[in-house]
């Protein structure tokens, strides 16, 4: 075999996670799109900004996947819903457009068709923590952006408590009886 392409250059080791805490955010661009219950909804697409702890953590990421179909890291976008259950604005929404707002100097979101395009490079704040997810059968723990907030109060924001998902203790037995582990009276419904 010959020697692949770049093979002294490429990067190996162990998975870095996008550390827990506030970062300092630099927008790469927003899309409107629509919830697949026909919610307007805009997609985020970020990395970290050059003065963070972590620059261009998300480029990294896109720039070293080597499939053919690559798209932009799932844990450096964020997806948010234009409106809440009452079609009033969703405080997500209402959150990313004032903390871009007062993160940028003179910058006041415009609406119309240009809305998204205003976005791309503005700096923001980001607050990620440790969310727990299921997939295939199997759980599994990341950091994610939990809520934009103003590029000053990134290097100051606490760690959120980790988002995990419930554990259900109760299994059934092969006769049809409920195993109830000891210690959970208050959990059973009878």
């Known amino acids: 075999m010959e020697k692949p392409n770049n093979y002294d250059n490429v990067q190996t080791g162990e998975f870095v996670p996008a550390m827990t805490g506030g970062h300092h955010i ?3 661009g927003v899309k409107e799109t629509k919830t697949k219950t026909g919610k307007d909804m805009i997609v985020v697409a970020f990395d970290f900004a050059k003065n963070d702890r972590q620059p ?3 480029s990294t990421l896109f720039d070293n996947d080597i499939r ?3 798209k932009w890291p799932y844990s450096g976008t964020q997806y948010i819903v234009v409106t809440d259950k009452d079609n ?3 405080k997500s929404f209402k959150s990313f457009v004032t903390s871009v707002e007062n993160s940028n100097k003179g910058f006041k979101a415009a609406w119309g068709a240009t809305f998204c395009d205003q976005f791309k490079n503005k700096l923001v704040g980001g607050v990620f923590g440790i969310v727990e997810s299921e997939y295939n059968g199997e759980r599994k723990k990341r950091s994610q952006l939990r809520w934009f907030c103003e ?5 100051g924001a606490a760690t959120p408590e980790p988002k995990l998902l419930a554990t259900n203790n109760v299994t059934q037995s092969a006769d049809g009886f409920l195993n109830v582990p000891a210690g959970t009276d208050d959990e059973v419904p009878f």
């Open 56 to 58: 261009a953590y998300f």
């Open 68 to 70: 053919p179909d690559k």
């Open 151 to 155: 590029d000053s109060k990134a290097d």
């Open 88 to 90: 009033n604005t969703s």
């Open 26 to 28: 630099i927008i790469k």
